[in-house]
């Protein structure tokens, strides 16, 4: 039987404890759960309540609640809703909620109808791109002049579905305020107001 050489042995083991120490870490890499291990489809009030009226009736009283609060109605059918809202916490800041809720009969034995609904929240930052002016003469050629100038663009960096409960609880509120006559009251509409992005203070115009 062969024996490798001591020093060939220690050279051995110090290329083999690195290579374990990459395995492990890799291990752990991947050991990290993935973002839909977290869609457990267990809730099912969060994003859904169940009204005594038709879908119709329940959807109109949702564009109501949206129009209320500012939003602008892009798509308004019979059972679909879709609306948006622009807020600006920071002079090189954009955020906007859109909202997208589906009314669903419960069947027509029931005049009852679910309504759900799912609102994301998209953030933009100002980017800005320095342009360099160029003068081009015949003799010359191009020469390059010390006149510049910056294109300003917002940029999408972030996109997520809302999902806190109270956000979705007002937005609720607010709908029942509307199915119910005579509740236009200054302490209702307080009570059921919605509030602007998640997170980020809604600054008040002040003119």
Known sequence: MHRLHP??????????IPLSILVSMAGCAS??????????FSETDTYSRTFSVNDAASCEAARRALLGQGYIISKAQTNLIDGT???????????EIAFHIVCASNGKAD??????????????????TN???SLGLSVLGSVSMPFSS???SMVK???????????????????ERYLTPGEDTLDGINQ????????????????
């Not at 005049?111 to 800005?128: E, N, P």
């Open 131 to 133: 342009n360099s002016a």
């Open 31 to 40: 050991s990290k759960p993935s973002l839909y291990h977290q869609e457990d």
């Open 192 to 207: 059921h107001q919605l509030d602007g992005p998640v997170g980020v203070s809604d600054k008040k115009d002040t003119h």
């Open 85 to 95: 809202k622009s807020f600006q916490p920071e002079a090189d800041q954009h955020v």
């Open 157 to 175: 960096v972030a996109s997520e579905t809302i999902r806190a409960a109270d956000f979705y609880d007002r937005f609720f509120g607010a709908v």
């Open 150 to 152: 910056s294109d300003d």
């Open 7 to 16: 020093s060939l042995s220690i050279s051995f083991m110090t290329t083999l």
């Open 111 to 128: 005049r009852s109808s679910a309504v759900f609904v799912s609102a994301t929240q998209d953030r933009y930052a100002l980017k800005k």
